[in-house]
Structure formats: structure tokens, C-alpha cells
């Protein structure tokens, strides 16, 4: 078993052993999937590629961690790598890794608006809580030209975000991402000048009408005059990014304006999940639900089902089958969700975040 599996194991099933400990998933993490120079490494079907989301989700994470050292080199990899040397003058490309001549360069220039927004946040974060006026800036700057290259005034819905740069507007249609855009990050931007605060009533919308019967889908596509229709690609199925709706609802401030509503809403997935864990794969349109999620799945719903039987079998579930050091997205969310569950991050009604840096470890249930 992986270092990192261990490390989780111990955590969750002799927590108070970690008396006066960091977090240790964080530094598995780092080890298994960070690299020297500062690139997040997804080593899926053995090609080791890196995402502008690989990137943005380990400065969140470093910076939770009060982790400065790893922040700034994601942050100086992600930037000249994948933003050709500056934040400020271009998006960040979603896809790098080896080319047809094996030569380590941008795969797809394309963008990947929840990555663009989930480094923006942990900049101005950074900024705010380390006082760093440098971050502070360049966060601004990013959400300036996310919101000019990424945000669409769609006719019936009004200013929404797209998935990307490009291809995600059609002459008479246009697909959306649920799961790509926490309402914790889009109260943190409100205070800024922008269409964030426009957009805080459409993107509840956009969560509320593309799932019908409480089930996120993947992707949705809004057809004007028809509304909501499957997406081309993946119809009405809810699996590896939806879960992450489920995630971001669950850890909505205790005040938020939107949480209970949001939360009664989504309880259909509670309904779905066993002990064994979530299901893999739902359809949002019949409540059909097939398979089981891996245990990445169980981490995500950790802040929805908090306390009780069902929230402590999928914390069992993570001590005895932990995601180890080939499952990126796996570990990506165990230590969103289990970073939560454990109390070591808050979002308040505002969006900031409320790191627990006072507190080395784990807070027992």
C-alpha cells in the first residue's frame, strides 16, 4: 500500500494518534502527485498529464494547508507553462503533456473556466490572508478577463459561465457545467466589480432547473425558447463532475441565503447513497442510479451527510480502501471533503475561506 493510503488509514481510524500533527493528506498528496518544479501529475492510463484544474485545486489546497512555498511554485509552474508566462494577458491552457514527438508542451490551448475561477479565488484568498498585495492583484486581473472571455449574457438566462473560451457557444444553443461554479466562489467575487453578483441568481437557477429530480447532471445545454436539453455528448448523466455540486453544496456557510434550498433539493443523492458508498453514474432526468462511485465519492458527500450512520460508514470506507497514489481525482476529492469533514477549511457567507491554521489536526466526531 501507498504512503499516502497509510497515512489515511491511520488518520481515520486512530485520529487522536495525530496529536499535535499538520495534515497529512496534504503532504501524501504533494508527494504522489506534485512534482520538484511546482506541476500536478495525473498519472491516468499512465500519461502523467497535468490540467489547468490539477493546478488550481493544489494551490487551494496548499494554501488551506498554510503550505506558501508549494503555493508559489504552482502558482510560477501554472503561469509559465500553461498561461505562456503571464496570468494577466492569457488563460491558463486546460491540457499539457507529452505530444506526438514525446515532447512536453501545451496539449490544448482551450480553457477550463472552473480552473481559471478556482486559481483566481485561492489568489485572492492568498492575498487577503497572507497579506500578500501580489496575489491580491493578480487575482483581480484574472477574474477581469475570465469574466470578459468566459462570461455570456445568454438571451433567457443572462450572464452565465461558460465551460471555456471556446466551443461551448452555438448558434442556437449553449452547454453549461453545473458542478463549475461553487457558489462559495461567486459570493467571494460579488464584492468585486464584475457580473458576480448578476450571477449569483442564475447560477442558482442553473442548479435548481437542470436538476429536476435533485440529480446533477454532467452537462446541460439551455436551447432558448425549449429551455434545458440533455447535452449532445453526455445526455442527462451525472457522475465524475456532478459529484462535485454535491461537494460544494454541502459546505455552504451555515447562513447562506441559498444553502437549505439547495440542500433539500439535492437530498435525492442521499437517498441513492449506502454504506458502500454513492452511486457512480445517475440519470438526472429519471432517478435511474447505476453502480457504485469510487471512494472519492464518499469524500464529496461528506459535507452533506455530516453526522450519523451514513456520513460514518463512508469515513469507514475511506480508512479501509484510501485512494492511493494512482487515483488523482479520487485524492483531489478526499481532501476537499475530508479536509471539511475533519474541520480544517470553512467557507464563510461571504465566500472567504476560514482555514483552521490554528488547529494541527483533525477534530474528532
Request: glycine fraction near 10%; hydrophobic fraction near 40%; charge should be negative.
Amino acid at each position: 500500500m501507498s504512503r499516502l493510503g497509510m497515512m489515511l488509514i491511520g488518520l481515520l481510524l486512530a485520529p487522536l494518534a495525530w496529536a499535535g500533527c499538520d495534515w497529512p493528506e496534504w503532504h501524501g498528496f504533494k508527494e504522489a502527485y506534485i512534482g520538484p518544479e511546482g506541476r500536478v501529475i495525473d498519472p491516468v492510463d499512465g500519461r502523467d498529464i497535468t490540467t489547468s484544474e490539477g493546478q488550481s485545486y493544489g494551490m487551494f489546497f496548499a494554501l488551506v494547508a498554510d503550505d506558501r512555498e508549494a503555493f508559489e511554485r504552482l502558482l510560477r509552474w501554472t503561469e509559465e507553462n500553461l498561461a505562456e508566462g503571464d496570468l494577466t494577458a492569457r488563460l491558463p491552457a486546460w491540457l499539457w503533456g507529452r505530444d506526438e514527438q514525446r515532447q512536453w508542451s501545451v496539449l490544448d490551448d482551450n480553457s477550463a473556466s472552473d480552473s481559471d475561477l478556482w486559481i483566481a479565488y485561492a489568489l485572492l484568498e492568498a492575498g487577503r490572508l497572507w497579506q500578500i498585495r501580489k496575489y491580491r492583484v493578480l487575482g483581480t486581473l484574472l477574474l477581469q478577463r475570465i469574466a470578459r472571455e468566459e462570461v455570456m449574457d445568454i438571451p433567457g438566462l443572462g450572464m452565465m459561465l461558460l465551460p471555456g473560451r471556446i466551443g461551448f457557444a452555438k448558434e442556437s444553443h449553449w452547454t453549461l457545467n453545473p458542478s463549475y461554479l461553487p457558489p462559495q466562489l461567486l459570493a467571494r467575487f460579488a464584492e468585486l466589480e464584475g457580473p458576480w453578483r448578476e450571477m449569483r441568481g442564475n447560477n442558482l437557477r442553473l442548479w435548481l432547473e437542470s436538476a429536476p429530480r435533485g440529480l446533477v447532471p454532467d452537462w446541460i445545454s439551455w436551447h432558448g425558447s425549449r429551455g434545458w436539453q440533455p447535452a449532445e455528448t453526455s445526455g442527462s448523466r451525472g457522475s465524475y463532475d456532478a459529484i462535485r455540486s454535491y461537494l460544494w453544496a454541502g459546505m455552504l456557510a451555515g447562513g447562506d441565503p441559498d444553502r437549505v434550498r439547495l440542500l433539500e433539493h439535492l437530498q435525492p443523492m442521499v437517498e441513492l447513497t449506502t454504506d458502500a458508498g454513492p452511486p457512480e453514474r445517475v440519470d438526472a432526468q429519471t432517478g435511474e442510479a447505476v453502480g457504485r462511485g469510487p471512494v472519492g465519492f464518499s469524500a464529496a458527500l461528506l459535507p452533506m451527510l455530516q453526522n450519523g450512520a451514513l456520513a460514518d460508514a463512508q469515513r469507514r470506507r475511506l480508512a479501509t480502501n484510501p485512494p492511493g497514489d494512482q487515483a488523482y481525482y479520487d485524492s483531489v476529492l478526499t481532501l476537499f471533503g475530508l479536509g471539511w469533514d475533519q474541520r480544517r477549511y470553512r467557507f464563510d457567507e461571504a465566500g472567504k475561506l476560514l482555514p483552521e491554521w490554528d488547529q494541527s489536526c483533525a477534530i474528532n466526531h
